[in-house]
């Protein structure tokens, strides 16, 4: 178990440059090439897959070293989200700060220090087993906190359409609860997102009998679709959620009754329903209340899951072999790039830092956790490639 870090040790060293290397979401800033430069010092074959759309231009890394099988994945992304209001941090959120035992900056989390354990781990595992089975490889994408729509997804479809495969994936989202290692997800729910309009017929407030106040109905619509039962969830998953997150509707005018108004709402769902299940019961009761109303729908992410098997259990050894802790399997939280991974039918889990101060002022790790989580993912680098 690891207990303590030498001053300025080479994962604590790698983790304040990148922080210190700006990369604002969709921006990279320049970290993929520190981590491209060291990577090809040990064999591995850079690719750049960069990739456009109408949000902009984003960048890409795919590294492989060898082409056998099992390969093992690290995968990550260099965009951090904005900082917030400036003076409220304790010190410059792009300078990486130690005090107090930790160590201060965006993206400190989520997710540069499990980046320079990516790669101060594999340093240190190649150096000690050059002639490991299998292959080891990084996909490394500047677009998972904006859009996600040129990142890890496009990256993925064209390792598909080139016949690459690859059997175990570690993602290096910040998935610690209160202490490193505690927490791995083995999953997470779905996210399917909806904006529902329901049309009335505007008109003048004193003339209620020629137009149709669509507010008026919203209590129904609110009611029937949280009343739904989705499903029970599973040993993995609780209960599918629904959500209102918005309502909207009028003109700006207090005397007009509006001619439609705006329901924006998500269902965060697990393995336990289907996506097209849950459209269909949604039209079902909203056709009962004989309303005008349409819907537009967008799908954030499939469920997935890992079960019990080869990855999971070779990150709870290594957990338990440098930490000394049980760590517990969870699927709760958002949405990460492992369910555009885990469409490949890869094993896929996620294993970082504590979670606790991501996306937040004075974001932070634990001056310690640099180290650990190298040595971690060198546990699960000999579990499956020795």
Same mark, same amino acid.
């Given at each position: ?10 994962t604590?060293?790698?983790?304040k440059?990148?922080i210190?290397?700006k990369?604002l ?5 320049g970290?993929?090439?520190?981590m491209?430069e060291?990577?090809?010092k040990?064999?591995?074959?850079i ?21 056998a099988s099992?390969c ?12 917030g209001?400036l003076d ?14 930790k160590?201060?900056?965006r993206?400190a989390?989520?997710?540069?220090t499990?980046?320079?354990?990516f790669?101060?781990s ?12 299998? @292959?080891i ?9 904006g859009?996600a729509t040129?990142?890890?997804?496009k990256?993925?479809?064209t390792l598909?359409?080139r016949?690459?495969?690859?059997e175990?994936c570690l993602?290096g ?16 729910r779905g996210?399917l997102?909806?904006v529902?309009?329901?049309k ?12 149709d106040n ?5 209590g129904?619509?609110i ?9 029970h969830?599973?040993?993995?998953f ?6 209102i997150?918005?309502?909207n509707g009028?003109?700006?005018?207090t ?7 705006q329901?924006?709402?998500n269902?965060r ?9 849950i ?12 309303i ?9 992410g499939?469920?997935?899951?890992t079960?019990e098997g ?12 440098e930490?000394?802790?049980t760590?517990?399997l969870?699927?709760?939280?958002g ?7 885990a ?5 896929v889990?996620?294993l970082?830092?504590?979670?606790? @101060?991501i ?6 790790v634990?001056l310690?956790t640099p ?9 699960v ?6």
């Amino acid at each position: 178990m690891i207990n303590s870090i030498p001053d300025q040790s080479s994962t604590l060293e790698l983790t304040k440059q990148l922080i210190e290397t700006k990369s604002l979401t969709p921006n990279d800033g320049g970290c993929q090439a520190i981590m491209a430069e060291r990577l090809a010092k040990l064999g591995f074959k850079i690719e750049e897959m960069n990739f456009s759309d109408h949000h902009g231009s984003v960048q890409n890394t795919w590294a492989r070293r060898g082409t056998a099988s099992p390969c093992l994945v690290f995968a990550g992304h260099t965009d951090v989200v904005p900082t917030g209001e400036l003076d409220e941090w304790g010190s410059d959120p792009f300078l990486a700060t130690e005090r107090d035992g930790k160590l201060y900056g965006r993206g400190a989390a989520d997710m540069k220090t499990s980046l320079a354990a990516f790669i101060t781990s594999i340093e240190s595992f190649v150096e000690q087993n050059p002639d490991h089975l299998g @292959s080891i490889a990084l996909l490394i994408t500047s677009d998972e906190e904006g859009p996600a729509t040129c990142g890890t997804v496009k990256v993925i479809e064209t390792l598909q359409q080139r016949g690459e495969t690859f059997e175990y994936c570690l993602v290096g989202e910040p998935s610690s609860s209160k202490v490193l290692g505690d927490t791995i997800k083995n999953g997470r729910r779905g996210s399917l997102g909806a904006v529902l309009k329901v049309k009335g017929l505007q008109g003048h407030i004193a003339y209620p009998h020629l137009a149709d106040n669509p507010i008026h109905r919203c209590g129904d619509v609110i009611n029937t679709l949280c009343d739904i039962e989705w499903d029970h969830g599973n040993e993995y998953f609780p209960p599918t959620s629904f959500q209102i997150s918005n309502i909207n509707g009028g003109t700006g005018a207090t005397n007009v009754i509006p001619g439609e108004v705006q329901f924006v709402f998500n269902l965060r769902f697990s393995t336990e329903i289907a996506e097209q299940e849950i459209r269909e019961r949604v039209h079902q009761q909203l056709d009962s209340l004989n309303i005008d109303y349409s819907v537009e729908w967008t799908v954030n992410g499939l469920p997935f899951l890992t079960p019990e098997g080869e990855l999971v259990d070779a990150c709870r050894k290594a957990i338990i072999k440098e930490l000394n802790i049980t760590t517990e399997l969870s699927t709760s939280g958002g949405t990460s790039d492992g369910r555009f991974i885990a469409q490949t039918g890869a094993q896929v889990v996620e294993l970082g830092p504590v979670n606790e @101060s991501i996306h937040k002022i004075d974001e932070n790790v634990d001056l310690t956790t640099p180290d650990q989580l190298s040595a971690v993912y060198v546990g699960v680098m000999e579990g499956l490639l020795l």
